[in-house]
């Protein structure tokens, strides 16, 4: 998709840069999961029969959005954060791997992307240019899952 997108945005000349690019191709691909998950929960939330009382005591839909269905909404959004940025990060990272990305400048994908291919025409594996950066993509998608497994918790702790 990025390489017909690409070829696309060069066909009619439209100046924007491979970032740019790749920032509108992975946030419009992204964002329809999410937003999936959220409507379900919402419509659900909607039919409980607390809301549904707070409707018919008179409260508008200000009161009944702001106290009643965001704050049972934040535990998810937050999971849902913990899932997704690892996984745009990953994105992100297999392209500059396959050297679709951007290769201006190291990234963590790059740094596998260039390790395997100038050594594995050889006969030596350099497992140690290879094994750091695939360690900080481990160590920043557990980080992000796990703060976001936190937060999610303490929100429904305090919501009980």
Same mark, same amino acid.
């Not at 999410?34 to 008179?58: M, P």
């Given at each position: 998709?990025?390489?017909?997108?690409?070829?696309?945005?060069?066909?009619?000349?439209?100046?924007?840069?491979?970032?740019?690019?790749?920032?509108?191709?992975?946030?419009?691909?992204?964002?329809?999961?999410?937003?999936?998950?959220?409507?379900?929960?919402?419509?659900?939330?909607?039919?409980?029969?607390?809301?549904?009382?707070?409707?018919?005591?008179?409260?508008?839909?200000?009161?009944?959005?702001?106290?009643?269905?965001?704050?049972? !909404?934040?535990?998810?959004?937050?999971?849902?954060?913990?899932?997704? $940025?690892?996984? $745009?990060?990953?994105?992100?990272?297999? !392209?500059?791997?396959?050297? !679709?990305?951007?290769?201006?400048?190291?990234?963590?994908?790059?740094?596998?992307?260039?390790?395997?291919?100038?050594?594995?025409?050889?006969?030596?594996?350099?497992?140690?240019?290879?094994?750091?950066?695939?360690?900080?993509?481990? $160590?920043?998608?557990?980080?992000?899952?796990?703060?976001?497994?936190?937060?999610?918790?303490?929100?429904?702790?305090?919501?009980?």
């Amino acid at each position: 998709l990025l390489i017909t997108l690409g070829t696309l945005v060069f066909v009619l000349h439209i100046n924007i840069g491979k970032v740019y690019l790749i920032i509108i191709l992975i946030s419009l691909l992204s964002w329809p999961g999410t937003a999936r998950i959220i409507r379900s929960q919402t419509l659900s939330l909607r039919n409980r029969a607390y809301v549904k009382a707070s409707a018919g005591f008179g409260a508008g839909w200000p009161h009944i959005v702001f106290r009643h269905i965001l704050p049972e !909404l934040a535990g998810i959004l937050f999971a849902q954060l913990a899932i997704d $940025v690892p996984a $745009v990060i990953g994105i992100e990272a297999g !392209l500059d791997f396959l050297g !679709l990305g951007i290769t201006g400048f190291p990234t963590w994908g790059n740094m596998i992307g260039f390790a395997s291919s100038l050594f594995s025409a050889q006969n030596a594996f350099l497992w140690w240019w290879i094994l750091p950066p695939g360690l900080g993509l481990t $160590v920043l998608g557990v980080a992000f899952y796990s703060l976001g497994e936190a937060v999610r918790q303490e929100i429904t702790v305090r919501r009980k």
